[in-house]
């Protein structure tokens, strides 16, 4: 099986004309082909995805894993500077190839190593069009290797990028894009956990996040009301959204498992849909794209707005 231009245009609700041309140009240059185990195949996924939740790999995130992260990006910095700066060296190394993954609330096995970075080029290219081509400035929090806000800057040239980020790493090597890469792009620190008021947004400013807010769990609330109160255009979040599982539906149920498991982000999209009723802000959009690594889905999105 294959998954085209077509399946990208369904699963973002559009029409395949109204792709926008970086989609097209990921959807078409990558090799999407999978198959679908069946039988004893798939019994094998389900069983190990079982057995690493049952096992004492899984560990909770928070702000005591501070360490790790900071170990992570500084490993990605060490590529980075190593490779001459190359851009490339800042794959994430929790994006993980040759393994299966979660398509259409299925487990499938991709032809293609790739397939999940591959994947996630063409759905952030669509969020990137749709919901953050006019904003002058844009920042991304949690940051992390810097890798989005490369592609942002490559795909819609002429903005004014941020990427802020609680390692110092992370900020460090984000800071380096504009020197050795060219691109308007700084760096600096942040903390979900405790929001810095000094900092203030530039007018019509975009935020977005991506697989960061996931590592914050339930305290995500400090987080929002600093948004609330700098005003930006708009505010995208792409996170593993538990809300959008089907507890009766057993892979949806094995990810929910695993969700909890690690104490990934609890409530955030029950929150903003509280705060809509409130009339605090505007919900835009909220999508599931039924795809992501082969334990749970951190690629789903809700888009936002302060009244």
Known sequence: MEFTATDFARLFGITESDLPAACKHFATAADFHYVVPQGPARDRIVLGVIKHLESGKPTKVGPERAGIWESCWAENLQKFTESGFDPERLVPNFIKPEQPIRLNRNYVMPRNPRFELDFLQVCRAYLFERFLKDAPSVYEFGCGSGFNLIALAKQIPGKKLCGLDW??????????????????????????????????????????????????????????????????????????????????????????????????????????????TQEKIQILETRRFNFGSIYHEGYSYVAWRPI
């Open 167 to 276: 390692s110092k790493s992370s900020y460090e090597m984000v800071g380096m894009f504009r020197e050795k890469l060219g691109l308007n792009i700084t760096g600096r620190h942040f903390d979900f956990f405790k929001p810095d008021p000094a900092l203030k947004l530039d007018q019509s400013a975009a935020v977005f996040t991506m697989c960061a807010l996931e590592q914050v769990g339930p305290r995500h609330d400090k987080f929002v009301q600093y948004l609330l109160g700098q005003r930006p255009a708009i505010c995208v979040n792409m996170e593993p959204l538990a809300e959008l599982y089907d507890e009766s539906d057993l892979v949806d149920y094995l990810a929910l498992s695993f969700h909890r498991k690690r104490g990934y982000l609890d409530g955030l999209l029950t929150q903003l849909r509280q705060l809509e």
